[in-house]
């Protein structure tokens, strides 16, 4: 069946890095767009990141603009959120998506979704 499994969360001081990986299987990720999104306690799902699927288009929530940095290796099925200079409000479950359309910042219009993995920021 069609997977997107995410890794790489964990606690994490402020000011610290974390890097997120989206492993896809049962499809060829190389034909969608991915998706970051985030969604902390009591709120909604926010978009964070998107990257086409030729990444000839990337996207960026203001929030995280300057700290984050969407990517993906194609051969490797694999794509990745690199955050640096992490802050308490970053705290969230966080879920890569994939679509076979553009970019889209709008948690509508995706048709896979991974199980999310936790990223907490605290001192």
């Known amino acids: 069946q069609l997977q997107l499994v995410e890794s790489g969360g964990g606690l994490v001081q402020p000011g610290g890095s974390l890097r997120l990986s989206c492993a896809a299987s049962?499809?060829?990720?190389?034909?969608?767009?991915i998706g970051w999104f985030r969604q902390a306690p009591g709120k909604e799902r926010e978009g964070v990141s998107c990257?086409?699927?030729?990444?000839?288009?990337?996207n960026y929530a203001d929030s995280v603009k300057g700290r984050f940095t969407i990517s993906r290796d194609n051969a490797k099925n694999t794509a990745y959120l690199q955050m640096n200079s992490l802050k308490p409000e970053d705290t969230a479950i966080y879920y890569c998506?994939?679509?076979?359309?553009?970019?889209?910042?709008?948690?509508?219009?995706?048709?896979?979704w991974g199980q999310g993995t936790q990223v907490t920021v605290s001192s």
């Open positions: 049962g499809l060829t990720l190389g034909y969608y767009a």
């Open positions: 990257i086409s699927s030729r990444s000839d288009r990337i």
């Open positions: 998506a994939a679509r076979f359309r553009d970019c889209s910042l709008y948690t509508d219009g995706w048709h896979y």
